[in-house]
């Protein structure tokens, strides 16, 4: 896109792919966002201090300068506020995008998006188009209250999406479609991937969507099915590939959208491997690799030559100190670990 002289430049960060060169996870949701909102005026932005502050991450540095503070709200530490406001301006036909500071702080709107956001259009109120994003994950040494995933809390919640793409061009693809979806999402980035440079790429200069509720095969494999999401998908490849020089061939799916799950791209990958292990950063009770398990149980039983395995984080609270968090954290090794105990089951 062009710009004349009584047009703010686009945001640096937000254009990376129109000038060829390789974009960060982080530059890849601002992408996202910026060309959405040039392409539909609908689109506005708000959170806590995403205009002249940029958020906590950058990721919407330039935007307030670019599209004015009626499409860029900064609001105040009110997140059941604001994430009500946006479910109204959904009704009267905008497209809201709500960032949560941290994800974590996503539950004092917990009511409104379960009880009024997810049940608008079963109770005939209408669609709600709006999107709600924001960090998420562990490594950061953040502690408890900057480092939760909080998919399984609204998973159980008919009525929403979960999102939560693991590499750049996913990111930008997968928030797109949310963006253009008449369905509530809730977008999950995990900060670990926010700037990593080994997800570093070019990205299709073309409108690229990438619809929801799609798997990926992130590597082909023949011996055990790995199902996982996020940063734990870059743990298990690692894991596949010092696992390769064993002779244990890994087949890693990359579930992409949580809600939906996309059974028969993960049953395809059980009936030719014959073995499953679930991968989540996730603590374990409760997490999605109880409702993979059933599912692969009720739908591809005959096919399993071996029980179905889980490695997770434990029932705990994320821990502050290092070397305690890198304990809570599933890493490569526990990840060799079980996939080598299936291999040979």
């Known amino acids: 896109m062009t710009e004349d002289a009584a047009t703010p430049p686009t945001p640096e960060h937000a254009s990376r792919t129109s000038r060829g060169e390789p974009s ?19 689109v506005l932005l708000l959170g806590e201090d995403i205009g002249e502050y940029g ?19 900064d609001t105040p530490i009110a997140e059941a506020g604001f994430t009500g406001l946006a479910a109204g301006a959904a009704h009267v036909g905008l497209r809201p995008v709500v960032e949560m500071q941290f994800m974590d702080f996503i539950s004092p709107a917990y009511d409104v998006i379960t009880n009024y956001i997810a049940t608008s259009r079963y109770r005939g109120a209408g669609a709600q188009p709006l999107v709600i994003r924001g960090p998420v994950g562990g490594g950061g040494r953040a502690g408890p209250f900057h480092s939760q995933n909080v998919e399984m809390a609204f998973f159980h919640t008919p009525g929403l ?13 997968l928030l797109k479609a949310a963006i253009r979806s008449d369905e509530p999402v809730i977008f999950e980035e995990h900060k670990g991937l926010y700037r ?3 997800l570093r790429e070019v990205l299709p200069v073309d409108d690229l969507v990438i619809p929801l509720g799609k798997a990926r095969t992130a590597r082909e494999g023949e011996d055990v099915t790995v199902v996982t999401y996020g940063m734990m998908v870059h743990r298990c490849l690692a894991a596949a590939r010092s696992l390769e020089e064993e002779g244990v061939s890994v087949e890693v799916v990359d579930l992409r959208t949580l809600l939906p799950l996309d059974d028969d791209h993960i049953m395809e990958s059980v009936r030719k491997t014959g073995r499953l292990l679930i991968v ?23 096919w399993l030559d071996a029980p179905i395995a889980r490695v997770t984080a434990p029932d705990a609270p994320v821990p502050y100190a290092p070397d305690l968090e890198d304990a809570f954290l599933p890493d490569e090794a526990e990840i060799a670990r079980a996939v080598r105990y299936l291999a040979k089951y």
Request: glycine share 10%.
């Open 24 to 42: 960060t996870f982080l530059e890849a949701i601002a992408e996202a966002l910026f060309e959405e909102m040039i392409r539909d005026e609908a």
């Open 55 to 73: 958020g906590a991450f950058k990721v919407t540095r330039g935007f307030l300068d670019r599209f004015g503070p009626d499409r860029v709200v």
């Open 161 to 173: 999406n979960i999102v939560y793409p693991s590499t750049a061009r996913d990111a930008k693809g």
């Open 196 to 198: 990593a440079p080994f």
């Open 280 to 302: 989540h950063e996730d603590t374990r009770t409760g997490g999605i690799a109880g409702e993979i398990a059933i599912r692969v149980n009720e739908q591809a039983f005959e």
